[in-house]
Structures are given as structure tokens and as C-alpha cells.
């Protein structure tokens, strides 16, 4: 049978349609990839608006608190179809690290990490210390084992602050005699909320949130003690940043050493060479 000019037109356009509509059910038939079903509901981030506070009741260290920074996520991930196990939690590192303790002209205890003040690394994983790459592995990650039937919702949540004891006296002399007479501590980090196949290794970047903790407190050691230390601003934290666009992890956030492992604190007096007084555990 021959068609007219018209005629195939209409059979040419019909079984165009038809093809389309079988591309359309055959991408719609298909399963989502874990990377293109995972939801992030709602992501919050903040830190406590109470002040930084001071604890004078050793005769040996002045102890002061931080407030909290806090992040949480609700996540939702449809039905898994293969046998895949993910884990999604939050991932932390230092950027930036100042933390200085003077001691008039005496000099003063720093707390370095070696490699991030000289540029040899972009950032230190601040981990727990035993579950790399996470931050923690209570309320901080949760694991997903496929496969699975039905959705799985969660929230997952972490929060730091710093809570540090500061010697009165110098820390290389076995004298108490207060001396110290201000600190200084200036922190920025990353924190990442992220997916990982524990099987292959692939890592999803779900969010990026940036924040930063500023200390400083004068110190008068010739008051009395209880009466010495005065915090000056910042007294309230500027609020962490939520990105817009998410930025990739540095390779040193998701391995050894971490922050704490790698630190050491430094005796720079005001006149004489540097003296390690704690070194590095890692």
C-alpha cells in the first residue's frame, strides 16, 4: 500500500511519539541512583548566643567555656534496590588556627598545628579520633543498608565547643606565680554533610557549612583570684554561613591525623628560642 506525501507525515509523527513515550516509561521504569534520590529536607546551623564563660576557681588554671556550635540535617532516602550500604553524617575541619596565651613580657604558650600555619595543607580533620572520617558516630552519622522496602528518614545532628584549662604560671617553670595576662584564640572550620558507599568508597558532598569561634580575654594576675579575667568582644559569635554551593573535602579532613592528634604547644618566650613543651601524639 502506498502512502500519500501527507499520509506519511502522519505515520512518521505517530511513530515518533510512540518511540518518545517508550523512552519516557523506560527512564521513568528505571531505579534512581542513591546520588539522585537522597533528600535533605532541612539543614539548621547555629551557634549559642551565651558568652564565653570564665572559670576561676583553680589557683593553678583559668578555665573558660565556649558556646556551642550546633548543625542538623533531616534526610530522607527513598527505597534502596541493590545491596549497598551508605552512611550519612557530618564530616569537620580546621581551616584556620590562632591560640595564644601571654604571659606579659614573659612571652607566650601557643597551641600550633605545624602543617596548616605553614601552608603545607588546606585543612586538618577534626574527627573524634577513632571514626574517620566522621565527626562522631552517636547522633552524627546514620548507616543505610539496602536493600530496602520503604523510605528511611532521619536527623542527624553534632555540636563543639571549646573547653580549655590555661596555666596561671609559665608553663615551662614550676612556679604558679599568675603571670598570664590575656588569651587570644581565633578558629574557622568547615563542616560537611555527606553521603558515603561504604563499598566503593563514592562520596556525596550533601551540604557545606562554614563557621568560626574569636576569644579574648584580658587578664589583670595581680587581682585577686576570681577577679582577674575580663572577656572583650566578640562576646556573641557571628552566626554560621549555610552555602549556597557546596565545596569539595581537602584529602587531609578525611584522614590521620586529626586536629588534636597533630597539635603541639609551643613555649615562645620574649627572649631565647622556642621550646616544645607538649609534642604532637601523631
Known sequence: MLLSPADSKTFLWILFIFNAMGCIQSIRCKPKSFRESIIVLEVNSS????????????????????????????????????????????????????????????????????????????AISDSDGVNYPWYGNTTETCTIVGPTKKDTKFTISMNDNFYPSVTWGVPVSDSNLPLLSSIWRDQSFTTWLVAINQGSGETLVLQTVRWRMQLHIVIDPDKPLGQRATLMEPVIQEQPQILGKNEPIPTNAMVKPNANDAQVLMWRPGVGEPIVVIPPKY
Not at 591560640?99 to 600550633?112: A, D, H, L, Q, V
Request: glycine share 8%.
Open 47 to 122: 551557634i549559642d548566643s551565651n558568652p564565653t564563660s570564665i572559670d576561676e576557681s583553680s589557683g593553678v588554671v583559668l578555665r573558660y567555656r565556649t558556646p556551642h556550635f550546633r548543625a542538623s540535617a533531616r534526610v530522607l532516602v527513598p527505597p534502596v534496590a541493590g545491596k549497598e550500604t551508605w552512611t550519612v553524617g557530618w564530616i569537620q575541619a580546621c581551616n584556620h588556627m590562632e591560640f595564644y596565651n601571654n604571659y606579659g613580657t614573659k612571652g607566650m604558650s601557643s597551641w600550633e598545628l605545624p602543617d596548616l600555619r605553614e601552608g603545607k595543607i588546606q
